[in-house]
Structure formats: C-alpha cells, structure tokens
C-alpha cells in the first residue's frame, strides 16, 4: 500500500508543471553561466596572449596557465574564432 502512495506522489510531482519550470529555470542559468564563463576565457586569452605577443616570449608556467586553464576550457565550450588566432601566435612564441 505504501508503495502505491509514493508511485501516486512522483507522478503528480512528475506532471505538474511548476516542477518543468523549475527544471527549466535551472538549466537555463546553467546555459547563461557557461555563456558569461566563455565570455571571460575569450576575454583574457585575447588580452594575456596579446601581451606575450607585445613582449615576444612567453614564460612556461605563462603558457601553462594560459593553454591548460583558460584555452582548454573555452574551446571545449564552443569557443573558437578570434582567441583561436592569437593562441596560434603564442604557441609560436619563445618559451623561457
């Protein structure tokens, strides 16, 4: 008997729609998060690569920091297009 109640219970929490718009608030913060995160990566790869490239080196923990925390995760969101370009130009730049 019990088990007929809380099949009763999930099904009704399952159809009601304030439950869906809660799933979906919660997915799309998730979405406009990851957004504004990719916007920040974009935002200091052009700037930091950009200075290594005025300089003309780059140091290793530099560029560690730069490919392993910033480019790795923003080009696994998507990101692509200008930030690509300048990593491009620091990767050839001397590591000291």
Known sequence: MNEEYVIMIIVSIMAS????QVVQFFLLKKSKQTKLLT???YDRIMYLGMSYINRGY????EYESL???LWNPYKENG???SASRIM???E???IR
């Open 39 to 41: 916007g920040l990566a």
């Open 92 to 94: 050839k730049l001397e």
């Open 58 to 61: 780059i140091m290793r923990d």
């Open 67 to 69: 490919h392993n925390y």
């Open 79 to 81: 990101g692509n297009g």
């Open 17 to 20: 729609t304030g439950f869906w």
């Open 88 to 90: 491009k130009e620091v």
